[in-house]
């Protein structure tokens, strides 16, 4: 079992739609949680970064993390176009400082 | 502020070979951290280095090396090159201080590595 998995879609929604992205893990070590967007030919940008369990919220976006459940989720409300991209999950923890990043999902927002 | 710039963007070589990628970080940043990104496998962490030292290390076999100069700057080496070393390979820069895991990186546009 991989320590992130992550459906690479692709998910294809109409503009203006509610999308949610989800990832899960196994490792309960994991305590930092991060939401990285990235652009066809262009490097990951950070979204969003959540330590602990609990909801964060900024502008359209939403990440949710449930540790109980290792299950951490990114919402995106009123998607635009330019929100189309590969939307990658990575997280964190424990004696081991490196971040596990899931494979990505694809993301098209149709005008 | 300038951003994270890798050097070359597309890079094509053939089996055996070696290769130096290289990494300049944002400015005032002395943590640069190297990933592998694959359809198959995603983003892989290789290593990362801060003040000339490297801190952590990823799952990769010893044909792919790297280092950072007192400037900060960061250079990676893949030897012996195999065609599954076909990647981009991306570099990300922070702070420091904290490991990258706790920091935000911001990562560069990556180099384009394709083997023949």
């Known amino acids: 079992q991989k320590e992130v998995e992550q459906d690479p879609g692709p998910l294809s929604v109409p503009e203006g739609a509610i999308v949610s992205l989800n990832c899960t893990y196994s490792?309960?070590?994991?305590?930092?949680f991060m939401w990285y967007r990235q652009y066809s030919r262009k490097g990951p940008e950070l979204l969003m970064y959540t330590y602990s369990s609990g909801n964060k919220e900024d502008g359209r976006f939403t990440a949710q993390v449930d540790k109980s459940s290792k299950y951490i989720s990114l919402f995106i409300r009123d998607s635009q176009p330019s929100d189309s991209a590969t939307y990658l999950c990575a997280m964190s923890g424990g004696s081991n400082y490196k971040l596990t990043f899931g494979k990505g999902t694809l993301l098209t927002v149709n005008p | 502020k300038a951003g994270v710039t890798q050097t070359p963007r597309y890079l094509i070589k053939t089996r055996g070979q070696q290769v130096t990628l290289s990494c300049s970080p944002i400015s005032g940043h002395r943590s640069v951290s190297w990933y592998q990104q694959t359809p198959g496998q995603g983003l892989q962490f290789l290593f990362e280095?801060?003040?000339?030292?490297?801190?952590n290390k990823g799952n990769f076999p010893g044909r792919f090396s790297g280092r950072q100069f007192s400037n900060s700057r960061s250079e990676m080496n893949v030897s012996t090159l195999e065609l599954g070393d076909s990647a981009l390979y991306l570099c990300?820069?922070?702070?420091?201080?904290?490991?990258?895991?706790?920091?935000?990186?911001?990562f560069g546009p990556g180099t384009r590595l394709t083997v023949l």
């Open positions: 990300a820069s922070s702070p420091g201080g904290l490991p990258p895991a706790y920091n935000e990186q911001f």
């Open positions: 490792n309960s070590a994991f305590q930092y």
């Open positions: 280095y801060f003040s000339e030292t490297q801190r």
